[in-house]
């Protein structure tokens, strides 16, 4: 089993910024990659970004320049510093990891951006 809990989330003015993080742990020997997701109302969740345990990172378009997805092994936790926010960044944001196979979700962390 694998334990991950989103902190950082609220409201922030649009162009201002918020760091998120998710804690791991339970059974994390081996986890490689670690990824931040986040969905809005009536839509699907949409993949943010992705780390993988050696560094390499992806963007989703929509947040590519504004966004960094950080990682902390000795910590067991991954960040995403988010600069620039805009209005349609407004989500539940969530923390995600697979470890043999099977995927583990956290509980959410709403972000509201929002004048």
């Known amino acids: 089993q694998v334990q991950l809990v989103e902190s950082g989330g609220g409201l922030v003015q649009p162009g201002g910024s918020l760091r998120l993080s998710c804690a791991a742990s339970g059974n994390i020997f081996s986890i490689n990659t670690m990824a931040w997701y986040r969905q809005t109302p009536g839509k699907e969740r949409e993949l943010v970004a992705t780390?993988?345990?050696?560094?390499?990172?992806n963007y989703a378009d929509s947040v590519k320049g504004r966004f960094t997805i950080s990682r902390d092994n000795a910590k067991n936790t991954v960040y995403l510093q988010m600069n620039m926010l805009k209005p349609e960044d407004t989500a539940v944001y969530y923390c995600?990891?697979?470890?043999?196979?099977?995927?583990?979700w956290g509980q959410g962390t709403q972000v509201t951006v929002s004048s």
């Open positions: 995600y990891t697979t470890k043999l196979a099977r995927g583990y």
């Open positions: 780390i993988r345990s050696g560094g390499d990172t």
